[in-house]
């Protein structure tokens, strides 16, 4: 996305078009892997709809294991009629 717009910026605007699109677009599951740190960051990453926040370096084995725990929560919630995945 950059320099185009931030991080945040894509998400509040996924966000604002899944809105507009309720019923025909499903919810993105939006993942942050990024160099900040700060905590005002990480709040400012929440408030613009992120799910998950990682800071760098991450990993692959924990992106795998947070992909795949999110892949179990969607299982879970299309087997109840839920179709938001929000929150831990």
Known sequence: MQPVMSGFEATRAIRKLEA???GIMKRSVIIAITGLA???DIDEAYRAGVDLFLTKPVPL???NRELDQWKERVVKLAAVG???????
């Open 61 to 63: 084995k924990t992106v």
């Open 82 to 88: 839920e179709t938001s995945v929000k929150g831990k």
């Open 20 to 22: 507009a699109n309720v």
């Open 38 to 40: 700060d905590s005002n």
